[in-house]
């Protein structure tokens, strides 16, 4: 007789930290929902990662008490820590993780992992920003939000629209390849894991959720936008290195950048990071003195000017003074853009969360800044820098 064919596994991993409030309903909930209804078979880890309070306990208490469900303990924090302890080790076939709070639909569970099921994608992400999701947020973490996933598609070119939101799913083997260049072990640990799959032409399947956000959630969130943001820069100044040395699809090994783009995009890349942050510096100081619209202009004129330099030099490769004051003045219109929409951005947030904090400020700002990214590349590589007028210039 042949031998019976192996069950196909799915490990979810609930990374948590001092989460004694919700932990044993949220894993009676998820193990009861999994059990009932989940074509699969499952695993429920529990990653308690350095917490100080009952958390450790109830986990223990837990895997006594409920079938397929285990933890393990890491004596530092972070959620990307956590994750990549377990799936690094993991048998299954899919790993996934959620937020302990269980904020996602559990309904949504099995339309994120079927299609890596299946071989059809190799990752999988919940997104709470396409029109099929219902969302239940404050408009304070909801622009944040947004302004953070604007950002990503922005500056760093990513496709994926939801990079923040816990419920995701990556095949295990994609996810153990993966992980030895995912350097981040915090917040940022699975937006890095997105950029450099989605650079890797590794596919990303979104899913809709219903996502009820919690009220007592306890996110530094200006220390996660300043990680985020050094996160990016990193990612950034990585892609200059070339690629990671992962297996791609063949339809992406054999794909080739229009020309000259491969060279240009890592440096503009880098410039832009080093430009968003010299410019988030001079508002920060500028606005200690002047309204917030008046400092976001002031610190964008001087990054801009910097920024066209820059670009000339070394993106495009234009050396020499000749066409230099030309090239400024038709690099402003992507400073006119970006304060029209820095500026649009602030007034916003000010209507919406009146005395917003500076860090909600800075938010906005990089978000509407991001905006204006995509059309300065492609205003400067075919317009101000377009080989045939710096030929014609010289």
């Known amino acids: 007789m042949p031998a019976p064919a192996r069950t196909r596994l799915v490990e979810v991993v609930v990374p948590v930290h001092n989460e004694q409030r919700v932990l044993a309903g949220s894993i009676r909930r998820l193990h009861a929902y999994l059990t009932g209804t989940f074509p699969y078979g499952f695993r429920i880890t529990v990653a308690d990662n350095a917490s100080a309070d009952a958390t450790w306990r ?102 994926f629209s939801d990079a923040q939101c816990g419920f995701k799913a990556v095949r295990t083997e994609v996810a153990q390849a993966l992980l030895p260049a995912v350097e981040d072990e915090e917040w940022f640990f699975d937006t890095e894991l997105l950029l450099l799959a989605e650079r890797h032409g590794l596919r990303i399947h979104e899913v ?81 003195v ?9 610190a964008l004129l001087v990054t801009a000017v910097a920024n066209t330099a820059a670009n000339r030099r070394f993106t495009f490769g234009v050396t020499g003074r000749a066409g230099a004051l030309r090239h400024q003045l038709e690099g402003g219109l992507a400073f006119l853009l970006g304060l029209a929409l820095s500026s649009g951005g602030l007034a916003l947030l000010d209507l919406l969360v009146p005395d917003a904090s500076t860090a909600a400020e800075i938010t906005a700002v990089v978000a509407a800044n991001a905006l204006a990214t995509l059309v300065r590349f492609l205003l400067l590589r075919s317009w101000v820098f377009h080989p045939r007028r710096v030929r014609g210039n010289g």
């Open 208 to 288: 809709p959720v219903d996502w009820v956000d919690d009220p007592d959630s306890r996110v530094d969130i200006a220390r996660t936008v300043v990680d985020d943001l050094k996160g990016m820069a990193r990612v950034a100044r990585r892609a200059l290195s070339g690629p990671a040395g992962l297996p791609v699809p063949p339809r992406v090994r054999d794909a080739r950048l229009p020309t000259g783009m491969a060279r240009q995009l890592p440096s503009f890349a880098v410039i832009g990071v080093v430009s968003t942050l010299a410019h988030l510096v001079l508002f920060v100081l500028l606005r200690t």
């Open 290 to 298: 002047t309204p917030a619209v008046a400092a976001n202009g002031l």
């Open 58 to 159: 109830i986990a223990q208490d837990l895997c006594r008490e409920l079938p397929h469900v285990h933890a393990v303990h890491l004596d530092a924090k972070g959620r990307g820590r956590a994750l990549r302890r377990v799936w690094s080790a993991s048998s299954a076939d899919v790993v996934a993780y959620m937020d302990v709070d269980l904020s996602t639909d559990l309904r949504a569970f099995l339309p994120l992992v079927a299609p890596l099921m299946s071989g059809h994608s190799d990752l999988a992400i919940g997104t709470r920003l396409s029109r099929g999701s219902n969302v239940v947020r404050g408009p304070k973490r909801e622009f944040i939000s947004r302004s953070y996933n604007l950002l990503l598609r922005g500056a760093m070119g990513a496709g």
